[in-house]
């Protein structure tokens, strides 16, 4: 990369302060799907990949949950006679809200926690009060993780660092075999014991726990996944082509709150932000 380019993709900077500082020190103008911002607030270019990780994750937790994969044992909806496995997701945007719909669909018992009342009743509507939704507090936090089968970690503060929502004293007192998928791995993860893992080697086990934390988890299923993101990315490829990165950014607020890094600076604040807290 070189002084004026423009470059157009994810970029998941707050938990990146390598790339970071290589895209500062390249001059370059980077425009990150994720903080690209519609009008009606919604982030359009990450959706259709949250979309396709929220609907993964339970895949892969199903999976992981196997006694072959090293986990309890459990089959997600259970058989007549037989409990169910408990489903914790945490946050209710729309990787958390896919996850719900089909753990759901697989007749688990799911718990959705969400900081906004607001989402929560929406939720409680969607699913016709099938699914437990609670408020997010450390406390509920801590007691639904400890009894899960499953957590997915789904939460999203767009352009910063996820939050550490779950500490590592309660993956310890989880029950052996149980499995957390992070899907917020991209933004540093939202489990205290999450690291990035890859699609050759995704899962990891610390405390008895069976931790799936794949970055960019939509690449396991690449022809899905590009036609969803080339449907959403192509009316602002269109804008930059034809209009130039200035002119595009100067006419939709939405470009603009995409630009993470200009001319070897960082001018997304919450990115900015992040990167201090790192630093610090």
């Not at 044992?73 to 945490?90: C, E, H, S």
């Not at 009316?235 to 995409?258: N, T």
Request: charged fraction near 20%; proline fraction near 5%.
């Amino acid at each position: 990369l070189r002084r004026g380019q423009v470059l157009f993709t994810y970029l998941h900077l707050a938990a990146d302060r390598p790339q970071a500082e290589a895209l500062q020190r390249s001059g370059a103008h980077a425009i990150a799907y994720e903080t690209v911002t519609a009008r009606d607030g919604s982030l359009p270019l990450l959706t259709p990949m949250s979309e396709v990780a929220g609907r993964m994750s339970v895949q892969v937790g199903a999976t992981c949950l196997q006694k072959a994969n090293g986990g309890r044992g459990v089959l997600l909806g259970g058989v007549p006679g037989v409990a169910p496995a408990k489903v914790v997701v945490i946050g209710g945007g729309v990787s958390g809200t896919h996850a719900v719909e089909m753990a759901h669909g697989l007749r688990a018992a799911v718990t959705v926690i969400d900081r906004s009342i607001k989402r929560l009743r929406e939720l409680d509507v969607q699913f016709l009060g099938a699914v437990e939704t609670l408020y997010s507090t450390t406390e509920t936090i801590e007691r639904e993780v400890r009894a899960a089968d499953l957590v997915i970690g789904a939460v999203l503060l767009p352009g910063a660092a996820a939050p550490k929502l779950v500490s590592e004293e309660t993956v310890r007192a989880m029950r052996p075999g149980s499995v957390l998928v992070d899907i917020a791995i991209d933004q540093g993860g939202c489990f205290a014991t999450s690291r990035p893992t890859t699609h050759a080697q995704p899962t990891f086990v610390l405390h008895d726990v069976v931790h799936y934390c794949v970055t960019n988890m939509p690449g396991a299923v690449p022809r899905t996944s590009a036609f969803a993101l080339n449907n959403a990315t192509l009316p602002y490829v269109r804008a930059l082509a034809d209009k130039g990165w200035e002119q595009a950014c100067a006419e939709d607020s939405g470009l603009a709150a995409g630009l993470n890094v200009s001319a070897g600076r960082i001018v997304h604040a919450a990115v900015a932000r992040s990167l201090e807290a790192v630093a610090a």
